[in-house]
T-cell receptor
């Protein structure tokens, strides 16, 4: 058990549908990150929150993507009007804000758009 | 933009062989450096990290890495690999901009296969 939980583990959806993923970070971690990983690539940064504030978004995060962390605890990542190119593993990680810590990753949600 | 290069896409070794995986980054300022490992079917796990001080850092499972600032490198080493080290290894860099931190930037990963 990593301490960072992601749900669902797998999602198959038809092109054009909306999907939402959930991440529950380690409870005392105030930072939460979303990354995307495709085959043969390392994880690519999408966005991060400190408490409930979304502090940075990558240019990879198109208008179809939105993330929230309403109470500074769990977070959701929604993709609207999915495209085949959205197929990837979506990773969530959490950390403490101070410098001395790395990130703890969840097991990810694998999205397949058909 | 900052980037991380991992030179080897796939490394195949026999058990007991020595391992060195290369990692170079492209930022000239203050950085934090990490190696993560992903075993088949599992999540990313932190192997070791460098923030400051002794440039030779030791991590879990006998791994170590050396930060060479002049070469912008943070190579991962293990003197004798085991079959259980078969995994994908990711180097990652976090840039420090004065008092604030950037986000982790990952390399593309190196797949290690250890033959029993």
């Amino acid at each position: 058990d990593t301490g960072v939980s992601q749900d669902p583990r797998h999602k198959i959806t038809k092109r054009g549908q909306n999907v939402t993923f959930r991440c529950d970070p380690i409870s005392e971690h105030n930072r939460l990150y979303w990354y995307r990983q495709t085959l043969g690539q390392g994880p690519e940064f999408l966005t991060y929150f400190q408490n409930e504030a979304q502090l940075e978004k990558s240019r990879l995060l198109s208008d179809r993507f939105s993330a929230e962390r309403p109470k500074g605890s769990f977070s959701t990542l929604e993709i609207q009007r999915t495209e085949q190119g959205d197929s990837a593993m979506y990773l969530c990680a959490s950390s403490l804000a101070d410098q001395g810590h790395g990130y703890t990753f969840g097991s990810g949600t694998r999205l397949t758009v058909v | 933009a900052q980037s991380v290069s991992q030179h080897n896409h796939h490394v195949i070794l026999s058990e007991a062989a020595s391992l060195e995986l290369g990692c170079n980054y492209s930022y000239g300022g203050t950085v934090n450096l990490f190696w993560y490992v992903q075993y088949p079917g599992q999540h990313l796990q932190l192997l070791l990290k460098y923030f400051s001080g002794d440039p030779l850092v030791k991590g879990i499972k006998g791994f170590e890495a050396e930060f060479i600032k002049s070469k912008f490198s943070f190579n991962l080493r293990k003197p004798s690999v085991q079959w259980s080290d078969t995994a994908e290894y990711f180097c990652a860099v976090r840039v420090n901009y004065g008092g604030s931190q950037g986000n982790l930037i990952f390399g593309k990963g190196t797949k290690l296969s250890v033959k029993p």
